[in-house]
């Protein structure tokens, strides 16, 4: 009898124990305060510099974006209403869009205290810590001394060509867009020996690692864990030429850990927040976020399917706002394709967000891409690039393969962020309508590939034709590359008129190699022409070529000297870049050729001089 009794009573004291030290790991949680309003801020729309950076108040001014009271950091005094209630208390982030604040307190009872607070709409706990959050100063991240800042022409693609060609992004570098001057903050998990990785000894040295900043563990340093962050990195900014080169080398670089490695919290969706503020803040003009949430630990707190309107989660609320500010999202749709969830998570489902699904190197559809449409009807994803078998740097060194939306995403970002350098003054809508035009699937968009796959060449030539007349004329390319010695193009002619079409031609490999051919057509009557370009034969597998082509529907110029008559550049109703390679890819987009009235024949296959022919 004694010994049941001292075992139940040892038995007791365990129990007790145990409890007690639940009950004291429950203290320890974070919470997301949102406030009612921002009455009496000292901040003011005609002083915008107190709380955006100049870049940040250039991109808005750039776009005809107003600075609005969104914009105002939430109200000093409400903030240390909130503190007040726990001496102990410290906001870890804050939000100006969505006027609130993540705070951390190990008092039981605070978030009632907090809910009695008039200036106070809403207060949830949004993760409960198994121990106290340490209190120490941020992480500061500080750049390397700039040593160099070029890239090697032509050193080649190595293993990332596949990857690169795809979405004939290839182009956009070879007419010199890789990046420069475009600011594009990466939001991961970690960044882990990204700052000593090989694969950015360009990066760092160039000095356009420009900040890091960890949203997380504001005290932890961003690149000592997380893997998942260098893989997603090195395709953006990785540069090893011959072995791994990243979409956009030459943009400049914002890191922000808002990824949490300890759990799968709704606090993960306010550190995402924060940083697509700070993103603004900076004024960056892309985030690349390789992040998607749907289910949490605490099952209470996960989403549903009937969520994914863009306007349910506070994650996908500011995916939107950011694209009103400006801000190009490229965000992954997931990998549940093939699993329970299997649609688009959050912000996913945004509306103004690129979402990007993944694809193998030859155009297949991976089956672990998540899937749309969302729940109010839109189209996801709205692109693919390759995330089947994807070549990253890893943190130990090696350039390895690895599959998930993680690295589609990232590389479509590189690429958009190319498209933004050569038009700067383009909408985030105008940009991704473009994409959506130039994808293999937009005329017939599906659950897996959504619009398809984006063709670089083609949407840099919806940009640049997006003010074309029309009214006279329309050219249709059922390709923007050609690899043999023949490229069709079609022109639609809708009134009587002057026709001229100019091309010139070029390799930036050889400035001196440029021709140029004339066709004036006088009174060109209604109706499609096909038209056939023979262009010139190229030397080696490495050999290729740009053509430019202009068309025209006024008459030329003849000044006194000048032996053949000129056209004004401004008068030229359309323009286009085509580009000519010897090697097919694996995937190549052409549409069908339609029924023509009439064919022409232009010879680039030497050089000509302006000819006055008419059309046969």
Known sequence: MRIRLLLSATLLTLFSAFACAQDDSARYAMYWVQFTNKYQSPYSVERPEEYLSAAAIERRQRAGIAVTPEDFPVNPDYVRRVLALDSSMRVVNRSRWLNGITVYSAQPDILEQIQALGC???CERTVTLKQPEPDSL??????????YGHLYPDAGYGLSQGQLQLNNAHWLHRMGCHGEGIRLMVMDGGFQQADTLRHFR??????????????????????????????VLSCIAAYLPGELVGSAPEADIYLAQTEDNRFEAMVEEDNWIAGMEWADSLGCDMVSASLSYFIFDDSTTSHTYAQTDGRSARVSKVAAIAASKGILLCTSAGNQGAGKW???G???????????????PNGRSAPFSSKGPTADGRVKPDGCA????????????????????????PLMAGMIACLRQAFPDATVDELIDALHRSGSNYTAPDSSYGYGIPDMLKTYNILKNKDEDTS??????????????????????????????????????????????????????????????????????????????????????????????????????????????????????EAT??????????????????????LP
Not at 386 to 409: E, M, N, R, Y
Not at 501 to 523: A, D, V, Y
Request: charged letters at 20%.
């Open 120 to 122: 106070v709409i809403c």
């Open 138 to 147: 941020p992480y500061t991240y500080l750049p390397l001394p700039i040593r």
């Open 202 to 231: 360009h990066l760092l040295e160039s000095g356009r690692l420009k900040a890091v900043r960890n949203f997380a563990q504001p005290y932890a340093d961003p690149f000592r864990e997380g893997r998942h962050g260098t893989y």
């Open 342 to 344: 299997k649609f688009v």
């Open 346 to 360: 959050f912000p996913s489902d945004g509306l103004h967000v690129f979402t990007v699904g993944a694809v193998a």
């Open 386 to 409: 390759v995330g089947w078998g994807t070549w990253v740097g890893a943190p130990w060194g090696k350039t390895i393969q690895s599959s998930g939306t993680s690295f589609s995403t």
């Open 472 to 589: 006279v004329i329309h050219v249709f390319l059922p390709s923007h590359t050609a690899t043999d010695s023949i490229f069709t193009f079609y022109v639609q002619v809708k009134s009587r008129s002057f026709l001229c079409i100019e091309g010139s031609m070029e390799n930036t490999t050889n400035p001196l190699f440029r021709m140029r051919i004339l066709r004036p057509i006088k009174k060109c009557k209604p109706g499609l022409y096909r038209v056939e370009m023979k262009t010139p034969v190229l030397a080696s597998e490495e050999d290729w070529k740009l053509m430019n082509l202009r068309f025209y529907t006024q008459a030329a110029k003849k000044t006194k000297g000048e032996k053949y008559p000129h056209y004004d550049p401004q008068s030229a109703c359309a323009a286009y870049v085509i580009g000519i390679e010897k090697v097919p890819p694996l995937f190549r987009q």
């Open 593 to 614: 050729a339609p029924v023509c009235d009439k064919q022409i024949t232009l010879n680039f296959s030497k050089l000509s001089p302006p000819t006055r022919d008419r």
